[in-house]
C-alpha cells in the first residue's frame, strides 16, 4: 500500500516562503494524482494544488494561484509545494493525498485514497 510522508512545515513570518515536501513509498508515483490539502482549527479541509499522474497544468485554490508551485519529481516519489509570500491565512495542518488514477485532479477530499500525517505551518509575527 502506498505510504506518503510530509515534511517542512514550521513557523514563518508573513511574506516568507516554506517547501514542503512529500515523500511516497509503495508504488510508483507516476500513476497517482497528488494534492495538497490543508485545515485550519474549526474549518474544512481545504484543496490547495494538485499534480495530475499524466501530467499537464496543475490545479491551484484561487486563495493561493501566483504564491504556491507544485511540482513532482517521479524518479524520486516525491512532490513539492512551493509556498511564497505567505499570509496568516495559510496557517494550518498541510496534507498530501494520493489517487492512482488517469482521470483529473479532483478538490475533493473523499477522492484521495491514501494520507501523509500532517506537517503545521503557522504564519504569525
Known amino acids: 500500500q502506498v505510504q506518503l510522508v510530509e515534511s517542512g512545515g514550521g513557523l514563518v513570518q508573513p511574506g516568507g516562503s516554506l517547501r514542503l515536501s512529500c515523500a511516497v513509498s509503495?508504488?510508483?508515483?507516476?500513476?497517482?494524482?497528488i494534492a495538497w490539502f490543508r485545515q485550519a482549527p474549526g474549518k474544512e479541509r481545504e484543496g490547495v494544488s494538485c499534480?495530475?499522474?499524466?501530467?499537464?497544468?496543475?490545479n491551484y485554490a484561487d486563495s493561493v494561484k501566483g504564491r504556491f508551485t507544485i511540482s513532482r519529481d517521479n524518479a524520486k516519489n516525491t512532490v513539492t509545494l512551493q509556498m511564497n509570500s505567505l499570509k496568516p491565512e495559510d496557517t494550518g495542518t498541510y496534507y498530501c493525498?494520493?489517487?492512482?488514477?488517469?482521470?483529473?485532479?479532483?478538490?475533493?477530499?473523499?477522492?484521495?485514497?491514501?494520507w501523509g500525517q500532517g506537517t503545521q505551518v503557522t504564519v504569525s509575527s
Open positions: 499534480s495530475r499522474s499524466s501530467g499537464g497544468s496543475p
Open positions: 493525498a494520493g489517487r492512482r488514477t488517469s482521470l483529473s485532479c479532483s478538490s475533493s477530499p473523499a477522492e484521495y485514497d491514501s
Open positions: 509503495g508504488d510508483t508515483l507516476k500513476y497517482f494524482n
